[in-house]
């Protein structure tokens, strides 16, 4: 979605102007979803300004840095070369030291930041805690083993990446009958005007998807539905998202086709479809490789 980022026309931008400030400077961060009565579990990393209500219901955005404006601070000078802002390690020198400590000494902030993203994947600490999750934000427990610290991050940074560019992973080979190959109305023939819907009764088949009136979508495997953003398959997701609607009140339509028509890519949707099946399966892949759950003992 695009976003007209500025105090006069945003309600409540809380401290995003610190995390995102300007065009240029890049950052990330996992997002959680609120803490309620309802909460299931559920952290997505992004690289953009997160919208508040990304899971539902709320929620708490963790990001890598934080930046200050050096303007403010008397730092410009003739051959900054427009590089305003300072960046913030948001993983402080203490649980650095701490972490190396108890991990060995050549655990880096980084590691220790997508440790963190790994971990709060594991299926065992979102069982084991399920119900202070719904009351409080996560506590990152010490680990016994330091295997498992170093397994936990190096899942976190293969999600990290595979969450960040989902738009360019590899397509998962579905079976698509009905696409026009003809390039006159190739455009018109991808469009999703409507909610796609899953096959069977009531969407009873969630194999099949129709994706339009013309376009039938095959072979989904039942495993992509066990990504889970929240009370969704992320999968569902993109159905909930990506289709033609109307403001009642103000009559603006929101167009999910324009972007990629924008853009040269009339099939993006169906691309998308296909590539959030493989971030699906390959994310419960490394869910289901995570060592247990196994805390340390304080002395």
Not at 22 to 51: K, Q, R, S, W
Not at 123 to 133: F, H, S
Not at 235 to 264: P, T
Request: some cysteine; overall charge negative.
């Amino acid at each position: 979605m695009n976003l007209y980022f500025d105090r006069d026309f945003n309600h409540r931008t809380g401290r995003l102007f610190q995390i995102f400030p300007a065009p240029g400077c890049e950052n990330l961060g996992f997002y959680l979803n609120g803490t309620h009565a309802e909460t299931i579990p559920a952290t997505l990393m992004v690289g953009d300004i997160p919208c508040l209500d990304l899971f539902g219901k709320g929620g708490q955005f963790f990001p890598r840095y934080t930046f200050t404006s050096k303007s403010t601070a008397g730092q410009l000078d003739l051959f900054d070369s427009g590089a305003s802002y300072e960046r913030i390690d948001n993983i402080t020198d203490e649980i650095h030291t701490e972490y190396c400590r108890l991990y060995g000494s050549q655990t880096t902030k980084d590691d220790i930041f997508y440790f963190v993203y790994g971990f709060l994947h594991s299926p065992d600490y979102r069982q084991r805690y399920a119900a202070d999750l719904k009351k409080m934000l996560p506590r990152i427990p010490k680990l016994a083993e330091t295997s498992d610290f170093w397994a936990f991050s190096a899942a976190g940074r293969t999600l990290a990446e595979l969450h960040l560019n989902y738009e360019s992973v590899e397509k998962y080979p579905l079976q698509i009958d009905g696409a026009s190959t003809g390039s006159a109305t190739e455009e018109m023939n991808l469009r999703v005007e409507k909610k796609m819907k899953y096959g069977g009764k009531r969407g009873s088949d969630k194999t099949v998807l129709h994706y339009n009136d013309d376009i039938t979508i095959s072979g989904i495997p039942l495993e992509a539905q066990e990504y889970m953003l929240g009370s969704r398959s992320a999968l569902d997701w993109i159905i909930d998202r990506y289709y033609v609607r109307v403001d009642k009140a103000s009559g603006i339509v929101n167009d999910a086709n324009m972007w990629g028509i924008e853009h040269g890519e009339p099939d993006y949707i169906l691309n998308l479809i296909q590539r959030i099946v493989t971030v699906s399966i390959r994310t419960v892949e490394i869910v289901q490789s995570l060592p247990p759950l196994r805390i340390r003992e304080e002395q």
